[in-house]
């Protein structure tokens, strides 16, 4: 064993050698930056609420026009806010607390 020769190592091209270096980098970047965001990624989907509580005088529709996105349909957020909230055509009352999609 004592007889074997171990040959150095020379960096032909340096262009080469550097470009080899940077893709394994971004190659182990890549993969620990997958490992590490699969961990959060069933967290990411939940849907975020605000509570607001009715005045005395509030609509659904007075409600819902302040809180609309700009893209939406009013009576579409109004029927979805029906539905989150279990109210029956739009009844209010004041002091009810209410859930609004963000």
């Not at 064993?1 to 970047?29: D, P, W």
């Not at 930056?33 to 990411?44: K, M, P, T």
Request: net charge negative.
């Amino acid at each position: 064993m004592s007889n074997m020769v171990f040959g150095k190592y020379r960096v032909v091209s340096k262009f080469r050698f550097t470009l080899f270096i940077s893709i394994v980098t971004i190659i182990i970047c890549m993969c620990l930056s997958y490992i590490n965001g699969s961990a959060y990624v069933s967290g990411s989907s939940m849907d975020v609420y605000e509570t607001v509580t009715v005045k005395p005088g509030d609509t659904l529709w007075d409600i819902a026009a302040e809180h609309v996105q700009p893209n939406t349909d009013i009576r579409t957020f109004v029927h979805e806010l029906e539905e989150l909230n279990s109210i029956d055509g739009g009844c209010l009352i004041a002091g009810q607390e209410i859930i609004i999609p963000v």
